[in-house]
């Protein structure tokens, strides 16, 4: 059964940047699939932020392109979000997927999401 | 505002069946069989229920279904069940510069 656990701070100060890890069990992420990051503010919709492939190939929300980087670290079966410069706007919960197809596949799989504030 | 429209609430009673519509473009919904749809009960994570318009993945109940006309993708649940009270989320692949967009959510509430 494949699971993902989110990890990370749970406050992070304003301008500083956010960092969220996703561990895999139950599938290598080298053997295919890509993998991804979403997150939902508090009582708002779902957001796409990016999808990475264990080749290294990345795809990004433009919205978030700037200031986002999603790394994949197929040793541990790990990938990885750093979000720089936050504000208040970055508060949500994030979530880790596997996704089934690059850009147009769905989220078969979801850790149970991390809880992020952006605080001072 | 998402980039995919949702009403923000539906309701039913049990044993009835409700529909949940998702509107797009051509760009997104419209262009591309890439619709799907995702359950999410409070604090829990979404649960994938139906991919690529009207498939269900194994393990999901038949009384959930998908389908699109035009511009609009529409998620139906037949024999509703107090289970079903969540939130319900599409998402869809789009050739805009967005890449991928969400709706806004739709709250089903079981009478």
């Known amino acids: 059964q494949v699971q993902l656990q989110e990890s990370g701070p749970g406050l992070v100060k304003p301008s500083e940047t956010l960092s969220l890890t996703c561990s895999v069990s139950?599938?290598?992420?080298?053997?295919?699939?890509?993998w991804g990051w979403i997150r939902q503010p508090p009582g708002k919709g779902l957001e796409w932020i990016g999808t990475?492939?264990?080749?290294?190939?990345?795809y990004y929300n433009p919205s978030l392109k700037s200031r986002v980087t999603i790394s994949g670290d197929t040793s541990k079966n790990k990938f990885s979000l750093e979000v720089s410069s936050v504000t208040a706007a970055d508060t949500a919960v994030y979530y880790c997927?596997?996704?089934?197809?690059?850009?147009?596949?769905?989220?078969?799989?979801w850790g149970q999401g991390s809880l992020v504030t952006v605080s001072s | 505002q998402s980039a995919l429209t949702q009403p923000a609430s539906v309701s039913g009673s049990p044993g009835q069946s409700i529909t949940i519509s998702c509107t797009g473009t051509?760009?997104?919904?419209?262009?591309?069989?890439?619709v799907s749809w995702y359950q999410q009960h409070p604090g829990k994570a979404p649960k994938l229920m139906i991919f690529d318009v009207s498939n269900r993945p194994s393990g999901v109940s038949n009384r959930f279904s998908g389908s699109k006309s035009a511009n609009t993708a529409s998620l139906t649940i037949s024999g509703l069940q107090a289970e079903d009270e969540a939130d319900y989320h599409c998402s869809s692949y789009t050739s805009s510069s967005t890449l991928r967009v969400f709706g806004g959510g739709t709250r089903l509430t079981v009478l």
């Open positions: 997927a596997r996704v089934t197809r690059s850009l147009t596949g769905c989220y078969d799989y």
């Open positions: 990475i492939h264990h080749s290294g190939s990345t």
């Open positions: 051509s760009s997104d919904v419209g262009g591309y069989n890439y």
């Open positions: 139950g599938y290598s992420i080298s053997n295919g699939y890509y």
